[in-house]
DNA sequence: CTGAAATATGAATATATGTTCATATGAACA
DNA sequence: TGTTCATATGAACATATATTCATATTTCAG
């Protein structure tokens, strides 16, 4: 429905028009935007993020993950479920076991990146 | 309340005990796991995502956002609320217009990684 | 001081999403 | 071949959250 009834939210004319300009001009279009928060949004759950972490230590069968968790087989199922379909994580059947490991090379770079966001607001005066 | 019935998620007494031991050796704890989940899903929202990568290309005022995004004034300012909660964006009044821009230096290094991570998507075979 | 403009915010609503429960699937073992 | 173990999955449910609507706050113009 976009936000049509009110296009004037500022009354200047156009506040700024110059910086509205070159962020238009230099936006991501859509579907990228769309995509990247999709990206992120698989790292905004603890329970996912514990799985990408505990992956980059050591690839894992699915038991490994729930008990290592205390979570439910189904909940982890669940989650991997999500991870695989983004392609975050990739497996491998052996025997009985599905072990899961990264497909990513980037998931430890943006892990990485958020530690040092972490580590800096605790430094903080 | 855990998941302590089904503590014996695998038979195999414990499955992998060395996996095990060594993940949960090198694990992150939960506070810092939790605060990391937040802090990423602040970039899983397509709304806030462009309101970050918009401040990323310049200093803009809430109304200004509002016409860029075609979204109620509300809307973003409720969202601006959130990532100033969490530090991501600060702001200035020079009159009636708050300027709102980037608060953390890690945005840009974590959109870029993003985008990388999608490009990657599109180029494989 | 009064009214208008820019922004902020509380409550309500609609939707998205994580977990549980029950059950299905698929592989190994007897 | 039938049973058991490891994993996957659909439906239901509960919770989280993004947007809207109405209104409050703050600043400037007159």
Redesign the interface.
Known sequence: M??DE??D??TDD???EQ??Q???T???NDQ???????????????TR??IL??LS?????V??I???L????SAVSHQLKVLRQS?LVKYRREGR?VFYSLD?E?IQ???A??????NE?YTES
Do not use: P, W
Not at 70 to 73: F, G, K, R
Not at 113 to 118: A, N, P, R, S, V
């Open positions: 976009g936000y009110n296009i939210v500022c156009i506040v700024h910086t509205l070159h962020v238009r230099n936006m991501l990228i935007v769309n995509e990247l928060a999709e990206f992120f949004r698989l790292f905004g759950d603890a993020l514990r972490y505990a230590l050591s690839e894992m069968c038991c490994d729930s008990e290592f205390d979570m439910s087989q392609r076991n990513d980037h770079q943006i892990i990146i958020g530690l040092k966001h972490i607001k």
